[in-house]
């Protein structure tokens, strides 16, 4: 950490990298579009994760793995799939020094391949649904990338399951949705727009796709997680077939839903500030710092002592915490230090704390006085992990007020335009794929999506004044 990280006012972009690289995220890989996740940000993946991996176990997925390299015949049984993964995919032709008979495909994403699995593993009723997840890395040949938001291979998880009915598949679907929403609100502290996406915007063979969308810091959007109902497409293509209760032979009906690395760089730009990284507590792999200061010897076996204290009752909340006690470097540089990294509550402890019988708390969503305490050690451990639960939902009221102050209703085309130049609208929209492209390309805004949560009644579309029976969020987005 030598260089200041540019302001957001300044260059939002900049900033942006500046914080993933200095807060020791991630860094650029020697292969061009690709990334180097360091400890620090696979921590908060890790926590992303678990999150993420809690809540698929409560709604009775599994997980499993399938292989990386897929035949490229696989890829090619879907239509719409192979039309829409094509210009992406990764295609190994040599192996073991020859040309190989038949190309394989790195995956971009499993359908095909778990799809030719759940063709021999089901036959009956009685087999389904098939309810599984998997983590694993994917690639797609991306031109134009940025650290986490668009890297050439990303981490992530998938669901596929199969259903005997189009409306199981449709309750997974849209159960998926809510179990993201659900994580993105109470553990990203990230207010998300859940919807329908529009027929442009659908995944490459499904019947119908859903998100959550995010607004940033530059008051752009960002997709956090999908979920996608694939009808019988991958059902027909891959021959997935059950016996069902009268012994007649029926296609499976499927979903998939997808969480990736993208989710970090999403915290980061709903969160971060002019000092940095912002982390909710409850995916901080640092929950609370504790910075010892002292000028000499004696000073620093009384604050170690203090700080023992305050280690062994962290500890006994279970309170994810770092004891900074390095030597080389001043309180002034650490406190910085940490900031920039975005640990939610430092805990001073100096000479004078120790005759107080005290400790200073800095709230990191607070830089300065304001956010500073005097806390008794005897009641540490509960200051700190009720700070905790304060910082989670200021975060998400804040980030929430800031979303809801940047989105307009605009009524006609020309505040339309003023209002997706500055941020989310909400607008009428007639259902035209023409209406969407018009303001693509006026605007660059795409239809994120046609939110659940709907005004009522009609109205007229923002572009073509038609009668339109529901709104969509536009805007521009990551
Ligand atoms: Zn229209």
């Known amino acids: 950490m030598a260089e200041k990280i540019t302001s957001r006012s300044q260059d939002y972009a900049r900033w942006y990298t500046d914080v993933v690289q200095q807060a020791q995220l991630a860094d650029y890989a020697p292969v061009r579009g690709c990334m180097v996740i360091r400890p620090y940000g696979y921590a908060l993946w890790e926590n992303v994760k678990a999150g993420l991996d809690r809540r698929f176990k409560e709604t009775g997925h599994e997980n499993a793995y399938f292989p990386l390299l897929i035949p490229l015949s696989f890829i090619q049984k879907e239509a719409k799939h192979v039309e829409g993964f094509s210009p992406e995919l990764a295609v190994v032709t040599h192996g073991g020094g020859k040309e190989l008979e038949e190309p394989l495909v790195v995956r971009p994403t499993s359908e095909t ?21 998997q983590w694993a890395n994917v690639v797609r040949w991306e031109m134009r990338t940025r650290l986490f938001l668009r890297t050439m291979e990303f981490l992530w998880q998938e669901g596929h399951t199969a259903h005997a009915t189009n409306d199981e598949a449709q309750e997974e679907t849209l159960r998926m949705l809510d179990v993201y929403t659900d994580f993105a609100v109470n553990d990203a502290a990230t207010p998300v727009i859940p919807g329908r996406k529009s027929e442009s915007e659908k995944f490459a063979g499904a019947e119908a796709s859903y998100s959550i969308e995010a607004m940033m810091g530059d008051c752009r959007a960002l997709q956090d997680g999908t979920s996608h109902n694939l009808g019988q497409n991958f059902a027909k293509a891959f021959d997935i077939k059950y016996l069902d209760r009268s012994n007649e032979l029926q296609y499976c009906w499927t979903s998939s839903w997808g969480v990736s690395t993208r989710m970090v760089g999403s915290i980061i730009m709903v969160h971060g500030d002019d ?21 000499n010897d004696e000073q620093r076996s009384l604050v170690m002592g203090s700080a023992e204290r305050v280690k062994v009752a962290l500890a006994d909340r279970d309170v994810r915490f770092k004891v900074d006690d390095r030597d080389e470097y001043s309180p002034g540089w650490k406190f910085n230090e940490w900031e920039l990294r975005g640990v939610p509550v430092r805990i001073e402890i100096g000479p004078k704390d120790v005759a107080k019988e005290q400790a200073v708390l800095a709230r990191r969503d607070q830089p300065g006085r304001a956010g500073k305490s005097f806390v008794p050690l005897a009641g540490l451990a509960d200051a700190v992990t009720d700070m905790l639960t304060d910082i989670q939902s200021t975060l998400l009221s804040r980030a929430t007020g800031f979303r809801d102050a940047n989105t307009l209703e605009p009524t006609d085309y020309e505040s339309f335009q003023e209002a997706v130049a500055k941020g989310f609208a909400r607008a009428w929209w007639c259902g035209a ?27 007229l579309c923002v572009v073509c004044g038609n009668q339109a029976q529901e709104i969509a969020v536009f805007a521009r987005a990551y």
């Open 113 to 133: 391949i778990i799809g030719h699995m759940y063709s021999q593993w089901i036959q009956s009723y009685r087999d389904l649904p098939i309810l599984i997840n």
């Open 433 to 459: 794929a023409e209406c969407e492209e018009k303001i693509q390309q006026d605007t660059k805004a795409t239809i994120r999506c046609i939110p659940f949560d709907q005004p009522g009644g009609t109205g």
């Open 275 to 295: 000092q940095g990284l912002v982390l909710p507590p409850k995916l901080a792999p640092i929950q609370a710092v504790i910075v010892p200061i002292w000028k």
